[in-house]
């Protein structure tokens, strides 16, 4: 089994999506190991999104994952990368495929929603960066 992560950034908490997007989450196959509601600071928001430091967007994705509560999912399943990044959707929740989480629910590029992770490997560091490293 593969894991995951999952992030219900603030403007689905706020909108009181959280049951929603995690019931679609748990139809898909999706088993629940961990979960946390938090509030990351602006340098934690930073740790999390270097990968992005320097580019155009980097600041606003970082003011944005701070400016509110987030809730931190840890996932199973089979392909858990593949499978959760297919349930979310394209990026652009103008992009994404009808029925996807960000297309249902995503305002727009930054808004979206969700955060999952892209690969086997960055699920690993996000999943030690949010509940600890894993034995």
Known sequence: MEQTLLIIKPDA????????ILKRVEKDGFRIEELKMLRVTPEEGSRFYQVHKGKPFY????????????????????KAVEKLRELIGATDPRKAE?????????????????HASDSNENAKIEIDFFFGKKS
Not at 103 to 110: E, N, S, T, V, Y
Request: proline residues 0%.
């Open 13 to 20: 908490v706020n909108r009181d999506l959280i049951g929603e």
């Open 59 to 78: 600041q606003e994705l970082v003011d944005y994952i701070s400016s509110g509560r987030i809730v931190v999912t840890h996932l199973k399943r089979e």
């Open 98 to 114: 009808k029925g996807t989480i960000r297309a249902d629910f995503g305002l727009d590029i930054c808004h979206n929603s969700v």
